[in-house]
């Protein structure tokens, strides 16, 4: 069996990594947030954890993979935008429009993440559908000493947690120094965190022995973690963002919660995301989302692929010029394995992959594939990253506005092509060609277009109306 070796927040080494129960691996990724539409930053996480989930599959077995990433559909974001929502005019209660708003968020969610080729996770729980677990657990955090309630408010004594700290290497006094933390009289120390707190007025909220109210952001996580894959599990995954004070505080409660089990044997965290060279922020103008890309006519799969030409432990920067080079070789790919029948996964792209998803190599090692005309084990390398997934289609990855009636029409003119020169027409073949290029559609004559003879690549020039004049 392929030994995966991945590198430990928690050891900040790189491990052989040896799941619990072979027969069911287990991780947990944080997902999103859901207010509004995914920013391509948070999109990184997702095609890095897809990837990390694809060869856990492929080493281990579908049907021995859990794969849990949860939807935070509780938090003051989702209850300010819903607010003004309301304010604005939108029918409805608040928490209809709450609701309505999360439900919307999810639906876009998918979306996006499914065109960027990501797999839905085995399991997606929301938090409102664990609010017992939530309260069960912070009530056992109280009778254990490592949490107290006042004002309605429940809070985590952090300094109860001998080994706060360790994830993110600082102690709890320099944290406090210069950390994000909330100052409130009913503390006891600044450093303590909210496991519940109250809900006034229209807020949404459930009953509770401290009074109606909500979770706080971390219980969620680890009450979720906790029922779908028990008190020890394999892989927790997320953002460097999320080090501190998020997966630091989700340790704390848990180990105090569950102090026989050991919560995540390996920390996983992919660094953050510049755009052109600069941090991605709205002042900035340079911020957008995967929506935005895909509109532009940016297909998902170059932006997956531009996500994995860079190491996930790596700051990565978004381009426009890497992604017209993601395209270029996309395309390129696309034209060697047109009706090749996959294989099995090249071994130096398995080998990469499991060094610590070292998707730089594997890319690398695809191009050689491709330069060697090795079609059958280069689409099957790729579809173990998550590209060239489905049936390769030039149209697929053409920029601008286009479907899949164009891809069929277009090789269709290309098949036509490929018969006037097997009937020695060239006359013809080259006027065909000619008017072709024009409408933005490159005829290529290829031995890898299995039955046909000819492939059509379409460009950035496509013009659905001159493809159309040409049946």
């Known amino acids: 069996m392929v030994t995966i070796r991945l590198t430990n927040s928690k050891s900040r080494k790189k491990e052989d990594f040896a799941p619990i129960d072979p027969a069911n691996v287990r991780m947990y990724v944080c997902g999103p947030t859901v207010y509004d539409r995914a920013h391509l930053g948070n999109a990184r996480p997702v095609v890095v954890f897809d990837t990390l989930f694809r060869l856990l599959r492929h080493v281990y077995g579908a049907e021995h993979v859990t794969y849990v990433r949860n939807f935070t559909d509780v938090d003051d974001k989702i209850n300010a935008e819903a607010l003004r929502r309301q304010k604005a005019g939108s029918p409805g209660t608040l928490e209809e429009l709450i609701h309505g708003r999360t439900e919307e968020t999810i639906a876009w969610y998918h979306a996006d993440m499914d065109a960027l080729g990501a797999l839905r996770p085995t399991f997606e729980p929301r938090a409102t559908e664990f609010i017992a677990q939530m309260i069960a657990m912070t009530e056992g955090l109280i009778a254990s000493g490592h949490a107290y309630a006042v004002d309605g408010h429940v809070l985590f004594r952090v300094r109860s947690y001998k080994d706060y700290g360790k994830l993110s290497g600082r102690s709890v006094d320099d944290m406090i120094a210069g950390a994000r933390v909330e100052v409130a009289p009913f503390k006891e120390d600044p450093m303590d965190f909210v496991l519940w707190k109250p809900s006034s007025g229209q807020e949404p909220g459930w009953a509770s022995p401290w009074g109606k109210g909500r979770p706080g952001w971390h219980i969620e996580c680890s009450a979720m973690a906790h029922e779908l894959l028990g008190e020890s599990f394999d892989i927790h995954g997320g953002g460097l963002d999320l080090q501190f004070p998020h997966h630091e505080n989700e340790i704390a409660q848990s180990a105090c919660a569950h102090p026989h089990g050991d919560f995540a044997h390996y920390w996983l965290h992919n660094e953050m995301l510049q755009v052109e060279g600069k941090k991605m922020s709205k002042s900035l103008g340079n911020f957008f989302t995967v929506r935005d890309l895909l509109d532009q006519g940016i297909p998902g799969e170059v932006i997956r692929f531009v996500l994995l030409m860079t190491h996930y432990r790596s700051p990565m920067d978004w381009t426009a010029e890497k992604a017209r080079q993601a395209r270029d070789t996309l395309l390129g790919f696309i034209e060697l394995t047109r ?133």
Request: no cysteine; aromatic share 4%; glycine share 6%.
């Open 339 to 471: 009706g090749v029948e996959p294989v099995d996964p090249d071994p130096l792209v398995l080998e990469a992959l499991a060094d610590d998803l070292n998707t730089p190599a594997a890319i690398a090692r695809l191009h050689a594939l491709r330069k060697a005309n090795q079609g059958a084990a280069l689409l099957a390398s790729a579809r173990l990253m998550g590209l060239l997934s489905f049936q390769p289609t030039v149209s697929s990855l053409a920029w601008g506005q286009h479907d899949e009636k164009h891809d069929q029409l277009a090789n269709e003119i290309a098949r036509k092509w490929a018969a006037l020169r097997g009937n020695r027409d060239f006359a013809a073949a080259d006027e065909l060609k000619n008017l072709a290029a024009e409408a933005g559609v490159e005829l290529q004559a290829t031995k890898q277009a299995v039955g046909q003879g000819a492939l059509a690549k379409l460009k950035e020039n496509f013009d659905p109306v001159k493809l159309e004049a040409l049946r």
